[in-house]
């Protein structure tokens, strides 16, 4: 999700910098409460590498971004959603979602249809960065392999990934 | 390798996002660009520009030397002021824009961009070597010696004179730092050594930016964000620096302008002296002043909801591109997108329509007047 477009001349780099400072400085209960505010990754859910969420109900999931992708981006400003109805492969750019200084795009973790979007968001983008789980969702496919469901991360692998 | 300012500690220790800019490692944000931007333009906030350039030039020969190779006019300067200037090539092209403050008759300091000093300093050395003017000229890059804040917005004034309590020791001779006016620099005690402090900014609000060695700037952080946390002072990055100029239509190097870029197309003209002495670049920057450049510089504000402008995306007047977007964002201030590029002259007017090309969809935006945003508390225009 974090491959930045436009050519701004302040760019992004290093994911997880803000984190690690912060764990240095806490200890202890602190530094646990600290991982838990900063690194929600709540366990039901499965994760793409490039910071997606999935969450199944049958043959539909919903997708939307992490709490920890969220915190990197900070004040999103603009989301930009597919069309329903538009068949995506799993890794394909399917939305966007703007911040003020970057555009990033979000990748469907999983091949199928684009079932239904969330008009919610786009009308309050700031819903992705106060709800990443529940009202900041930002489509939902109907997914024709569920095999692609076992290549997705479950939420100790990700947060091991994002250093939580 | 990247380089790393006298504050790179105090960054990180405020848990600062830090990016590469220019070579540098600085920090984009602590909080949010949001945050940073809205602290800045209701309160007040504090900068590290140490990556910025310093350059003295010094001599009988450093007035009129300086006069020959900046637009605007230094004659105009006494002891203790500053002024906005640009340095052309022979096209009228920009190599760099800075600012420059008389200390003395015979003393200069400027400040100049840090991704430009080098090729600032290679250029004014080789028309040092062609100056017929005098040879008692001295010309140093002093950047490594000096590091740097910037404290703006429209509270800072309310307790900068508690973090710099002395009387001016040099420069502009006022009773106290708040007594600068817009554009005045003046030395003041701090600690052991002297600071230079100046009532300037990039950001449209009141401010000061102080200069000194590695220390005094190391402790004026920490005593700046102490005495401000009572009026809202937050550490900022260079993310909210960017959007707060891009608001005070501010422009950036790199951006608006560059070495195939005049400052009478880039809209800052006003900072052209054609009535002094001859300089480099006056004959091209006269022509376009009296005919009129080809392109202008404009400001623009997305006409409706859309994605933020970003650098580098299409501008569009009735369908055919006409250039790029040089400088976008979303405004904090406003809610809205804006951004700056250049547009053939004749649509360059405030209300002409233009569109922006955005993931190729086109997305309409009204050209505006400079600023984009002009603070209730700095009525007045300046730049930088």
């Known amino acids: ?3 930045e477009q436009g050519r701004g001349a302040l760019r992004s780099n290093g994911a997880a910098f803000e984190v690690q400072i912060w764990r240095f400085s806490f200890s202890g209960l602190c530094g646990f409460l600290w991982d838990f505010i900063m690194n929600n990754v709540p366990a039901e859910l499965k994760y793409a590498k490039s910071h997606e969420w999935v969450r199944v109900s049958g043959d539909v999931a919903t997708i939307g971004i992490s709490d ?12 930009e959603l597919p069309e329903k109805g538009r068949k995506v492969k799993a890794g394909e750019a399917s939305a966007v979602v703007e911040s003020v200084k970057t555009a990033s795009d979000v990748y469907s973790p999983l091949s199928g249809e684009i079932v239904e979007t969330n008009p919610a968001v786009v009308a309050n983008p700031a819903l992705v960065n106060t709800e990443p ?5 930002f489509f939902k496919i109907r997914f024709a392999d569920p095999a692609e469901l076992s290549a997705l991360l479950d939420a100790q692998q990700y947060r091991a990934q994002i250093g939580g | 390798m990247l380089k790393h300012t006298p504050l790179f500690a105090a960054h990180q ?10 070579g540098w490692e600085m ?4 909080t ?3 945050d940073e931007h809205l602290a800045v333009r209701n309160a007040a906030g504090i ?5 910025m350039g310093e350059v003295t030039v010094s001599g009988a020969a450093a007035r009129p030397f300086l006069n020959s190779v900046l637009t605007n006019d230094i004659l105009k300067l006494e002891s203790g002021t500053g002024q906005y200037t640009l340095m052309c090539n022979e096209r009228g092209g920009v190599i760099d824009d800075l600012y420059i403050f008389q200390l003395s008759i015979e003393v200069y300091f400027l400040i100049v961009n840090a991704s430009r000093t080098q090729a600032d300093v290679e250029w004014l050395w080789a028309r040092a070597a062609a100056f017929a003017g005098g040879d008692d000229l001295r010309l140093t890059d002093a950047s490594h010696q000096y590091a740097a804040v910037a404290v703006q917005g429209p509270r800072v004034a309310e307790f900068m004179d508690s973090c710099i309590p002395g009387i001016a020791c040099s420069g502009k001779r006022v009773s106290r730092i708040t007594d600068l006016r817009k554009n005045e620099i003046a030395g003041f005690p701090f600690g052991k050594a002297n600071v230079m402090a100046s009532r300037t900014g990039y950001t449209g609000e009141d401010g000061f930016e102080i200069v000194g060695r590695d220390e005094s700037i190391r402790q004026m952080w920490d005593v700046i964000l102490t005495a401000g946390r009572p009026f809202g002072i937050k550490p900022c990055g260079l993310g909210a620096r960017d959007t707060l100029r891009t608001e005070a239509c501010y422009p950036l190097y790199g951006h608006e302008l560059d070495e195939n870029t005049t400052p009478i197309e880039a809209g800052v003209g006003a900072f052209v002296a054609l009535g002094k002495a001859e300089f480099t670049g006056r004959a091209v920057l006269a022509e376009q002043k009296a005919n009129g450049p080809a392109r202008k510089c404009v400001a623009f504000k997305m006409a409706e909801k859309s994605p933020p402008p970003r650098p580098h995306y299409p501008m569009l007047i009735e369908g055919a591109k006409v250039g790029e977007v040089t400088s976008g964002t979303q405004s904090p201030s406003l809610g809205i997108g804006i951004g700056m590029g250049y547009v053939p002259s004749a649509s360059a007017r405030p209300g002409a329509t233009i569109g922006i090309e955005i993931r190729g969809k086109v997305f309409p935006a009204t050209v505006v007047a400079k600023p984009i945003y002009r ?3 700095d009525p007045v225009r300046t730049t930088k």
């Open chain 1, 1 to 3: 999700m974090m491959r």
């Open chain 1, 68 to 79: 920890h992708a969220q915190h990197e981006l900070t004040d999103v400003v603009f989301v």
């Open chain 1, 133 to 137: 789980y529940a009202g900041g969702w």
């Open chain 2, 13 to 22: 220790a405020l848990g600062a996002k830090l990016i590469d800019f220019g």
């Open chain 2, 27 to 30: 920090p984009v944000h602590y």
């Open chain 2, 32 to 34: 949010s660009i949001m």
């Open chain 2, 47 to 51: 900068f590290d520009i140490s990556h």
């Open chain 2, 375 to 377: 603070s209730a508390k």
